[in-house]
């Protein structure tokens, strides 16, 4: 059984920055994509960046440029630094494999995320 632990988040002003840290357990995290993740009070989960096993990454344009997905497979651990942050930024950070619930992954549920909280 795989688990998600998210950590990180904090109350920060506009313009400031949070680093986040999500540790997986289990022996697949080299060869897993993985995901940050945000939702927002009344809105639905949305994608913020991603990294395939390989290192490439991508990005949803309300973050590009500020914010830096990465991942160390020998720490099990992916990282997500976000500069220059906005108060629109704020909500419960998340991390997860892509592919999460579709049965094609050992991920099935979400963790308790990490919350962000952005000040202007």
């Known amino acids: 059984q795989v688990q998600l632990v998210e950590s990180g988040g904090g109350s920060v002003q506009a313009g400031g920055s949070l680093r986040l840290s999500c540790v997986v357990s289990g022996s697949v995290f080299g060869i897993i994509p993985m995901g940050w993740y945000r939702q927002a009070p009344g809105k639905q989960r949305e994608f913020v960046a991603g990294?395939?096993?390989?290192?490439?990454?991508n990005y949803a344009d309300s973050v590009k440029g500020r914010f830096t997905i990465s991942r160390d497979n020998a720490k099990t651990t992916v990282y997500l630094q976000m500069n220059s942050l906005k108060p629109e930024d704020t909500a419960v950070y998340y991390c997860?494999?892509?592919?999460?619930?579709?049965?094609?992954?050992?991920?099935?549920?979400w963790g308790q995320g990490t919350q962000v909280t952005v000040s202007s």
């Open positions: 990294i395939t096993s390989g290192g490439s990454t």
């Open positions: 997860n494999d892509p592919r999460v619930g579709t049965g094609t992954t050992p991920f099935d549920s």
